[in-house]
């Protein structure tokens, strides 16, 4: 890529640290969103299966409704993900110069894998207009046996098709994500970069495979919190749906996130424990502590709405994961501001001495 050669130029000590924040930024923004999305679509597509498997039309409808969490407009989406996405590109190629063509091309990859990604989680989500739609055919064209025969056909491989490209979605959004994690930890151990020539070198790290691991407990119980708070308003579908139903639907979002916020804390110390010693400090231990307390509040919000079967602390703990999020965006950049300390010396020292240099040819002292 030559053009990334052109792009990549020395920078001063402030514009390191303004892009660090933006780094930080970048990942508040894309982390949380991806976690939802991934979440969401993989329980929506499990949903749609029981659904079509029992004929429950209560499991399509939760099916369709989880896989509108994420997804209010296919332009939004991309711009939520493929902004903060190629910030992250280029902040990092010009932080660390030396190794920016592989970082480059790693976060490459994920965009290309994400892209078809997401217009997937589209056409899995505009199947189900299409399914009310074919409801309406089949009803208005009940006089012709024929029709309805050749639409049956045609319905039914379309809901194959579609189906299909719903399950594809989920295994394109897991490989991004893995991959991107692999990334963000390589990134974070900026001292390994030279010794890492391809994408294999890094996919298989136990680094990546616990904070993967941890990135889906993060996505299962962002994805049953976010359904509690926006699917259980009062006078809400499923509020005044069936009772029976509702409560299984409440229990199952409630025992999920449950489960998964409380082994966060053990796949975390494991995580912190995985990052190499050239990237600790103090503020990633000040973080982890804030981590923790933070599951503590959410664990115990949760088994307070569990117990007495109340909602009311659904809004507090949306607030909580915001939190979370900002705290584990943070302990990612300053495990990279840490390990990249020689290599932010040898950028500001290039650009002071290019600046020496400019300097000298304008005759200015």
């Not at 056409?123 to 089949?138: E, G, R």
């Not at 409560?247 to 804390?265: E, G, R, S, Y």
Request: aromatic letters at 12%.
């Amino acid at each position: 890529m030559e053009f990334l050669q052109n792009i990549i130029l020395p920078q001063s000590a402030q514009r390191i640290e303004l892009l660090s924040y933006l780094t930080t930024i970048s990942y508040m923004i894309l982390l949380p969103y991806l976690a939802l999305l991934f979440g969401s679509t993989l329980l929506s597509c499990m949903f749609n299966g029981r659904g079509k498997s029992h004929k429950n039309a209560h499991f399509i409808k939760l099916s369709k409704d989880l896989i509108s969490l994420p997804t209010f407009n296919i332009y939004a989406t991309l711009g939520i993900i493929l902004l903060p996405l190629f910030t992250l590109m280029f902040a990092y190629v010009q932080i660390i110069q030396d190794s920016a063509l592989l970082v480059f091309d790693n976060l490459f990859y994920v965009v290309f894998l994400l892209i078809p990604a997401v217009a997937l989680i589209y056409v899995f989500k505009h199947s189900f207009d299409l399914s009310d739609i074919s409801k309406l055919v089949n009803k208005t064209k009940d006089e012709s046996t024929n029709r309805d025969a050749e639409f049956s056909i045609y319905k039914n491989k379309m809901i194959k098709i579609l189906t299909n490209s719903s399950r594809l979605a989920v295994y394109l959004l897991l490989v991004s994500v893995y991959i991107l994690i692999a990334s963000i930890k390589l990134i974070s151990d900026s001292s390994s970069l030279n010794e890492v020539t391809s994408i294999s070198d890094m996919l298989f790290t136990d680094a990546t495979i616990i904070s993967f691991l941890y990135f889906l407990s993060v996505s299962f119980a962002l994805t049953s919190v976010s359904a509690l708070y926006v699917y259980f308003k009062p006078n809400s579908y499923y509020e005044v749906s069936e009772r029976k139903y509702a409560d299984t639907i409440k229990k199952f979002f409630l025992n999920t996130a449950m489960i998964f916020v409380l082994v966060q804390p053990l796949i975390y110390a494991i995580d912190v424990m995985s990052v190499p010693k050239v990237a600790l400090s103090d503020s990633i231990f000040g973080i982890s502590i804030g981590v923790l307390i933070i599951l503590l509040l959410i664990s115990s919000l949760l088994y307070q709405m569990i117990r007495y079967n109340n909602l009311k602390y659904r809004g507090w703990i949306i607030i909580l994961f915001i939190g979370l999020f900002a705290l584990l965006a943070a302990k990612d950049q300053a495990a990279f501001n840490t390990s990249s300390q020689l290599q932010v010396k040898k950028v500001v020292k290039a650009y002071e001495a290019k600046t020496v240099e400019v300097k000298t040819q304008l005759g200015i002292e």
